[in-house]
């Protein structure tokens, strides 16, 4: 893979800032480095593998580790520790609580899924898809010949986050997880049987909370109860989300909100904090919700969930969605397992140059007073001409709330122009957007749906956009948004496969994703999207189409109304330079020449884009086969079965560490498992 080693374009790339190297270029360059390193850390043997899991995790591997490392072998597999850095995020914690307790907590769980002498089996089987869908994945496992051992799986059946537990409970718990590495000769080699450890069956209270305050005595109902009331404890104490308000006034039905709360009052100003020049530099950051407290009042899942099952206390629960600040165990999911890693791609040059994106607006339950904070409504919206033309004549306003907003008012463009965008300059980006966004929603989610499918508060600015027929790999650009939850049912690993330009926003932690290289693999987006012009202006350059072809509202005309939207100041000088002075406006409408933005515009970063296409399909091809989530899932289950076993702090496999004068001194000592050395 041949590393990014500038601009092929003949120009020098500023950034933002004026800086010789556009900071996407010099992100791509760390990307690669990164890459490199992730790569040479991939253990060739076993005794390798073992000692690099001792050295990160200061721990013995578990019971069955050679076992599980022969079956990645056998897959082909790349096992760069750093893989599997989620698991132990995740697991981290139980350490620190007595293993009774653990062990209660799940025996009084419901549902889960368990296994017994290699039979899979439910409290609850066919009635969740998660459950079956688990249960499928462990039987793959079984029928491959592993040893998949005795074990209870709490599982979280809802879409949503189960599990907010208060910061400080967690805390207490990481500080009281010790790490131990007993001497090879005292080490236990096998998980004690289910039925040996002393614990009686009985029942599991989680204390489920909903989106309503109850009285445990007294008046049933105190009152709404918002998501981000839970959020706000489970961040740590100095993080902005657990400093700032909470925005409890946007959940008021009535809409009795605070200015300051608005959706004009959230939406950015300038550059994302924590970024490169506006650009996302680290995705753990861009997507840690405790360090965003704006998105509780610009994020559909947090304004309004689909719904809300949500506990405060700590235990084992295996769930397909997590966020920074929620403490399920992470698990792939069914949908993910069965998403197709085999897709047919056109050439590079052969392929249209749009960012193509289709979707249900969904991503959380809106209302007529909700919906402009809806995430994929203003992605939706930012890619409307329409709604960009308005956004355009709003930035010379005098009203400071209302300027830059778009036509739904739900997207803002940065009136200082942070991101040095040339074509925010002369009233020209309307026309660039509709030459090469394909943008539109599936169906319109309503809670007050007319007759015929549509939404009566949301028609004056979208419609339904059909399909253009099979549009795999047809274009270059795609973009994956979270929808109701983390599970995106293997979108965004398909979007891969199918060889494009990925941009990726999410709130939502993913088992891969400490595989993926932003940069390289895929394209981070702001979870506000306010660098998403930005990001297409350096992959497409500034080319503005000339010849017709009508762009107009989504849904029903707009006037062009001179007197409340004054055209902003006109830029003779880049014109010039982009090659033309003429407005053209017909009838309120901007006019549009495909062709000459698929073309690509000469200070475009094409090749570039094509580097991501390319390396995020060949690397998916390598490490998010069926094959790695069973890796993945396996090594979860080998690690999960010794947090709750009653010997977890003597329990593991040395079986590299003695030599055969080592072995023969101990007699062969079954219960160390030794196995054999690499």
């Given at each position: 893979?041949?590393?990014?080693?500038?601009?092929?374009?003949?120009?020098?790339?500023?950034?933002?800032?004026?800086?010789?190297?556009?900071?996407?270029?010099?992100?791509?360059?760390?990307?690669?480095?990164?890459?490199?390193?992730?790569?040479?850390?991939?253990?060739?043997?076993?005794?390798?593998?073992?000692?690099?899991?001792?050295?990160?995790?200061?721990?013995?591997?578990?019971?069955?580790?050679?076992?599980?490392?022969?079956?990645?072998?056998?897959?082909?597999?790349?096992?760069?520790?750093?893989?599997?850095?989620?698991?132990?995020?995740?697991?981290?914690?139980?350490?620190?609580?007595?293993?009774?307790?653990?062990?209660?907590?799940?025996?009084?769980?419901?549902?889960?899924?368990?296994?017994?002498?290699?039979?899979?089996?439910?409290?609850?089987?066919?009635?969740?898809?998660?459950?079956?869908?688990?249960?499928?994945?462990?039987?793959?496992?079984?029928?491959?010949?592993?040893?998949?051992?005795?074990?209870?799986?709490?599982?979280?059946?809802?879409?949503?986050?189960?599990?907010?537990?208060?910061?400080?409970?967690?805390?207490?718990?990481?500080?009281?997880?010790?790490?131990?590495?007993?001497?090879?000769?005292?080490?236990?080699?096998?998980?004690?049987?289910?039925?040996?450890?002393?614990i009686e069956e009985g029942t599991f209270d989680p204390e489920w909370l909903d989106d309503r305050m109850h009285h445990k005595a007294g008046r049933p109902y105190l009152g709404l109860r918002p998501l981000w009331s839970l959020v706000k404890p489970a961040c740590p104490p100095n993080s902005a989300t657990a400093q700032g308000d909470l925005m409890a006034d946007i959940w008021q039905p009535e809409g009795h909100t605070k200015v300051e709360h608005?959706?004009?009052?959230?939406?950015?100003?300038?550059?994302?904090?924590?970024?490169?020049?506006?650009?996302?530099?680290?995705?753990?950051?861009?997507?840690?919700?405790?360090?965003?407290?704006?998105?509780?009042?610009?994020?559909?899942?947090?304004?309004?969930?689909?719904?809300?099952?949500?506990?405060?206390?700590?235990?084992?629960?295996?769930?397909?969605?997590?966020?920074?600040?929620?403490?399920?165990?992470?698990?792939?999911?069914?949908?993910?397992?069965?998403?197709?890693?085999?897709?047919?791609?056109?050439?590079?040059?052969?392929?249209?140059?749009?960012?193509?994106?289709?979707?249900?607006?969904?991503?959380?339950?809106?209302?007529?007073?909700?919906?402009?904070?809806?995430?994929?409504?203003?992605?939706?919206?930012?890619?409307?001409?329409?709604?960009?033309?308005?956004?355009?004549?709003?930035?010379?306003?005098?009203?400071?709330?209302?300027?830059?907003?778009?036509?739904?008012?739900?997207?803002?463009?940065?009136?200082?122009?942070?991101?040095?965008?040339?074509?925010?300059?002369?009233?020209?980006?309307?026309?660039?957007?509709?030459?090469?966004?394909?943008?539109?929603?599936?169906?319109?989610?309503?809670?007050?749906?007319?007759?015929?499918?549509?939404?009566?508060?949301?028609?004056?600015?979208?419609?339904?956009?059909?399909?253009?027929g099979d549009v795999k790999g047809q274009y270059k650009y795609a973009a994956v948004l979270d929808g109701t939850a983390g599970d995106d049912g293997g979108e965004f690993v398909q979007r891969l496969v199918e060889g494009r330009v990925v941009l990726r926003a999410s709130v939502y932690k993913q088992w891969f994703d400490a595989r993926l290289v932003p940069w390289l693999h895929f394209v981070p987006l702001d979870n506000t999207f306010v660098d998403?012009?930005?990001?297409?202006?350096?992959?497409?350059?500034?080319?503005?189409?000339?010849?017709?072809?009508?762009?107009?509202?989504?849904?029903?005309?707009?006037?062009?109304?001179?007197?409340?939207?004054?055209?902003?100041?006109?830029?003779?000088?880049?014109?010039?330079?982009?090659?033309?002075?003429?407005?053209?406006?017909?009838?309120?409408?901007?006019?549009?020449?495909?062709?000459?933005?698929?073309?690509?515009?000469?200070?475009?970063?094409?090749?570039?884009?094509?580097?991501?296409?390319?390396?995020?399909?060949?690397?998916?091809?390598?490490?998010?086969?069926?094959?790695?989530?069973?890796?993945?899932?396996?090594?979860?289950?080998?690690?999960?079965?010794?947090?709750?076993?009653?010997?977890?702090?003597?329990?593991?496999?040395?079986?590299?560490?003695?030599?055969?004068?080592?072995?023969?001194?101990?007699?062969?000592?079954?219960?160390?498992?030794?196995?054999?050395?690499?």
């Amino acid at each position: 893979m041949a590393p990014v080693a500038g601009d092929n374009s003949g120009n020098v790339a500023k950034g933002p800032g004026g800086s010789s190297a556009h900071a996407i270029t010099k992100l791509m360059r760390v990307a690669e480095s990164h890459l490199a390193m992730l790569v040479a850390s991939n253990p060739t043997k076993l005794s390798d593998a073992a000692h690099r899991y001792r050295e990160k995790r200061s721990r013995h591997p578990p019971p069955g580790f050679d076992k599980w490392f022969a079956y990645a072998k056998a897959k082909d597999a790349l096992v760069p520790e750093t893989f599997f850095d989620q698991i132990y995020h995740d697991l981290g914690p139980f350490w620190g609580i007595p293993v009774n307790d653990v062990q209660r907590s799940v025996r009084g769980f419901g549902p889960k899924v368990t296994v017994r002498g290699g039979v899979v089996d439910s409290d609850v089987k066919g009635s969740y898809e998660r459950v079956n869908g688990l249960m499928a994945m462990l039987e793959e496992l079984r029928k491959e010949g592993v040893e998949v051992p005795d074990i209870n799986l709490p599982l979280n059946v809802n879409d949503e986050i189960a599990m907010l537990v208060p910061w400080e409970t967690m805390e207490t718990a990481v500080e009281f997880a010790r790490t131990f590495m007993p001497p090879p000769q005292d080490v236990v080699g096998t998980f004690t049987a289910l039925e040996d450890d002393g614990i009686e069956e009985g029942t599991f209270d989680p204390e489920w909370l909903d989106d309503r305050m109850h009285h445990k005595a007294g008046r049933p109902y105190l009152g709404l109860r918002p998501l981000w009331s839970l959020v706000k404890p489970a961040c740590p104490p100095n993080s902005a989300t657990a400093q700032g308000d909470l925005m409890a006034d946007i959940w008021q039905p009535e809409g009795h909100t605070k200015v300051e709360h608005s959706v004009a009052a959230l939406l950015p100003l300038k550059l994302p904090a924590n970024s490169s020049e506006g650009y996302v530099a680290n995705w753990t950051v861009a997507s840690d919700i405790c360090e965003r407290p704006e998105l509780q009042g610009l994020y559909g899942n947090f304004v309004a969930p689909k719904s809300m099952s949500v506990t405060q206390k700590l235990f084992p629960l295996f769930s397909a969605s997590k966020i920074s600040g929620s403490n399920e165990i992470l698990l792939p999911t069914f949908s993910s397992f069965n998403t197709s890693t085999t897709a047919s791609r056109l050439p590079w040059n052969e392929t249209e140059t749009k960012l193509h994106w289709r979707g249900s607006a969904s991503g959380g339950t809106f209302s007529k007073l909700s919906w402009r904070r809806m995430h994929r409504h203003r992605f939706a919206s930012m890619l409307n001409a329409t709604h960009v033309e308005i956004a355009e004549a709003m930035l010379h306003v005098g009203n400071e709330t209302a300027v830059g907003l778009g036509y739904a008012g739900n997207f803002r463009l940065l009136p200082a122009n942070a991101y040095h965008l040339d074509t925010q300059k002369g009233a020209r980006m309307a026309e660039w957007v509709s030459g090469w966004a394909d943008v539109g929603f599936t169906d319109l989610q309503c809670d007050e749906p007319g007759e015929d499918g549509t939404c009566p508060y949301t028609d004056e600015f979208f419609s339904v956009k059909e399909e253009p027929g099979d549009v795999k790999g047809q274009y270059k650009y795609a973009a994956v948004l979270d929808g109701t939850a983390g599970d995106d049912g293997g979108e965004f690993v398909q979007r891969l496969v199918e060889g494009r330009v990925v941009l990726r926003a999410s709130v939502y932690k993913q088992w891969f994703d400490a595989r993926l290289v932003p940069w390289l693999h895929f394209v981070p987006l702001d979870n506000t999207f306010v660098d998403l012009y930005g990001i297409m202006e350096y992959f497409l350059g500034t080319g503005v189409p000339s010849s017709p072809q009508t762009f107009a509202h989504a849904h029903v005309e707009l006037e062009k109304h001179e007197h409340h939207f004054q055209t902003p100041h006109w830029d003779e000088e880049a014109e010039k330079v982009d090659g033309g002075e003429e407005d053209h406006e017909k009838h309120g409408r901007r006019s549009v020449d495909v062709q000459e933005v698929q073309s690509g515009s000469g200070n475009g970063h094409d090749a570039q884009a094509q580097r991501i296409a390319e390396a995020g399909q060949q690397w998916a091809h390598q490490v998010l086969r069926r094959d790695d989530i069973l890796i993945y899932t396996y090594r979860l289950l080998l690690e999960y079965r010794r947090v709750v076993d009653a010997k977890r702090h003597t329990m593991g496999w040395v079986g590299d560490l003695f030599v055969e004068g080592e072995r023969r001194a101990l007699g062969g000592d079954e219960r160390s498992n030794h196995g054999t050395t690499s």
